[in-house]
């Protein structure tokens, strides 16, 4: 069924991004005010982490949270995909990896869309 499908079919395109320099309470905020459960983190437009909600929440209830940055705390090994990517092995590394979301890039390591457990879960309700 999701043989020889493209993960550009399915991702979000544009996704909302953060910077290393935000708060954590700005990043959650945006979060919560776009609904959204994962934030690539970029600098000059390229790659550089990504943080959930789940961490996030977490890490408010440290009491130097007022303190941290993104950057001190986004996680630097990010699964990311370019958009040719089969959306079957997308997932499948997904499943194994035990990640939340595949951000894709391009080949300057821009963000240009984002995939997520979510999107993966409309995708079967609607099969």
């Keep these: 069924m999701l043989v020889k499908k493209k993960l550009e079919n399915f991702m979000v395109k544009s996704p909302y991004k953060g910077t290393p320099q935000m708060g954590l309470k700005e990043a959650l905020n945006i979060m919560l005010e776009c609904r959204i459960q994962h934030l690539p983190i970029v600098d000059v437009e390229k790659l550089v982490g990504i943080i959930s909600e789940r961490d ?3 890490l408010t209830l440290l009491p130097m949270a007022e303190k941290l940055l993104i ?4 996680k630097r090994d990010v699964f990311v995909a370019a958009k040719s990517a089969a959306l079957d092995q997308v997932v499948r590394t997904m ?3 035990k990640v939340g979301s595949t951000i894709v890039v391009n080949s300057e390591n821009e963000v240009i869309g984002i995939f997520t457990v979510t999107d993966a879960m409309r995708l079967l309700a609607d099969l």
Aim: hydrophobic share 50%; proline share 0%; no cysteine.
């Design 71 to 74: 950057n001190d705390v986004m």
């Design 95 to 97: 499943l194994e990896r």
């Design 56 to 58: 996030l929440y977490a």
